[in-house]
Structures are given as C-alpha cells and as structure tokens.
C-alpha cells in the first residue's frame, strides 16, 4: 500500500504518528507497516488479529532521557542475557554488530518499578535503522523486548538488534561507557601523524644522503649569491624600496634601528660638545650664576 506513496506523504504520515522521518523511501516505508502492526506503539492498541502475539507497551517518546554514566539503570549483567537467550533456544549474536558501531542512540525512562531503554539500531546489511525496546525491572531482569523488523514484534523479540542493545547496557553498567555509531567529523585525523618518533639530530644540508659526493664540491649552500655580495648592500636595497614610489614593501622593517647615543658624534660640528651641551649652552643653563640670574 505504501509503495505508490511518495517521500513526502510518507514523511507526513509518520509525523503524525511522531515517529521518525529519517531515511529513504523504503526506511520510510517498512517503519509505517511496523506502526501498523503495533498499533503505532500506544498505550491502548487497538484490537489484536492473535493472541499469541501481544503489543509492546511504551511510554511516550517524550519522557526518553539519554543514557549517561549517571543513568540509573538496573544491573544486568552477561549471565541475564545468557538465560534470556536460553529461552528461545539461541545465542545472543549481537557482539559483532555492537563492536562495529551499528547502535545510533541509546535513551531510557523509568515508570515505577520498571525501566524501558530505546535505542536506534542500523541493519547490518542494509541501509536501515530499527527502533529497539526492551523494559527491565529493578533486579534487572528482561521482562519484555521488541524491535521494529517483522521478526522482532511482539515482547518476547530475541533478534540480534535486541541483542547489540543488551551488550549495551551491560557495557554501560560495568564501563560506565556506550560504543555508539560515530560520523566522520568526530574522529580525529591520523593520516598526518607519524607513525615513528624521531629521536635523531637533523642532518646538516650538506651531509644528505641524497647528494652525492661529487655534487657536493659543486653546491653553494650561502643563502646570498655572489654576484648580490657587494659593499652596502642592505643600504641600496632601502634606497630602491623609498625611491620606488607607491610599494607595499615594509620599508620600516627595511631600516636599522637607529642609536640615539651615536648621534652626538655623527657631525663634526658636535665634535667637542654633545647636542646636550649643546642645547644647555644656547638656553644658558650650564653655569648659572646669581649675576646671570639678576639680570
């Protein structure tokens, strides 16, 4: 039925039923039929075709918090999972899928004595994304469990999306930590870090071992050629650099600072007095007298 939909009625359908619009078409279209066959996950489904095969029962997707390692959740642990697997005559598959990163979210709300955990889980093989749910009680024991693919409906679902969730509570319990699925910007680049330390000296220009020795004698390492080695130089570039006109050479950095104590020797005429004398002598300031003060 929901195959000659388009995208966008799909999307509009499953806003309704607030669920998720994540996805293509055919995401879109296999999570409107697992909202059939639940009767959109509410508090109170509609009439059951069978009653072997019970609804799921969830809080509203509102109350969902995400899990942290100050998340009270029920101790469960690797010998609950095994028992619970027990019961349907399987093993729990979920450790390659949840190593690989394939569980998206992780969120839980707790209602009495009663713990429900929701996760977004991806297909292993497919571009798809399951909506997981299990409730645990205080002693941590699974008391119901259901995912989104047809196989895992009802609340006794042991798929291996169930699975990849229940490694995930255990791993949060015990390690106070989540694998969940990563995108590319959270990882760090290493393609530009070296995969050896070097703990060498550097090599000198003229010990390369690429130059051979008969290139050796040949190769000029002076940063400066000879024919530019010429009496005043760093003056004539300054001249070129001021007298050029509009350029956008830092000219001031171009300039030796100048030493404001050599200037008193720069001239002839301040020989035999420095410009302070100088400027003291004009002003009348070096020997003062009460006669020159009277007058």
């Not at 066959?37 to 918090?65: E, H, M, V, W």
């Not at 001249?239 to 200037?263: C, D, H, S, V, W």
């Amino acid at each position: 039925m929901y195959s000659f939909w388009t995208v966008l009625q799909l999307k509009e359908e499953l806003r309704k039923r607030n669920a998720s619009v994540a996805g293509k078409k055919a995401v879109l279209i296999e999570r409107l039929e697992a909202y059939d066959r639940n009767f959109n996950f509410s508090a109170n489904p509609g009439p059951s075709t069978s009653l072997s095969d019970p609804q799921y029962l969830c809080p509203p997707i509102s109350a969902y918090k995400d899990i942290n390692a100050d998340s009270p959740i029920p101790p469960l642990n690797r010998q609950e999972i095994q028992s619970f697997f027990e019961r349907f005559n399987t093993r729990p598959k979920g450790k390659v899928m949840y190593e690989a990163r394939c569980l998206l979210t992780a969120r839980y709300v707790i209602e009495g004595v009663n713990t429900y955990i929701q996760s977004q889980c991806k297909a292993q093989m497919k571009k798809m994304i399951y909506i997981v749910n299990v409730m645990l009680n205080n002693e941590g024991n699974i008391i119901q469990s259901h995912c989104e693919r047809a196989a895992g409906s009802g609340i006794e679902a042991h798929c291996k999306h169930v699975s990849v969730l229940l490694r995930a509570i255990e791993d949060m319990i015990q390690t106070k930590s989540i694998i969940l699925h990563q995108v590319s910007t959270q990882t760090l680049m290493t393609f530009k870090k070296p995969s050896k330390v070097f703990y060498k000296s550097p090599i000198q220009a003229q010990n390369l071992p690429s130059i051979s020795k008969k290139r050796k004698s040949n190769i000029n390492f002076e940063p400066l050629p000879k024919e530019l080695e010429i009496e005043n130089y760093h003056e004539y570039v300054c001249n070129l650099a001021i007298n050029f006109g509009e350029t956008k050479m830092p000219i001031l950095q171009l300039i030796r600072p100048a030493n404001p104590y050599g200037m008193d020797y720069d001239h002839n005429m301040y020989s035999c007095k420095t410009m302070q004398d100088h400027l003291l002598d004009n002003l009348l300031l070096q020997n003062v007298t009460q006669k020159k003060i009277m007058k």
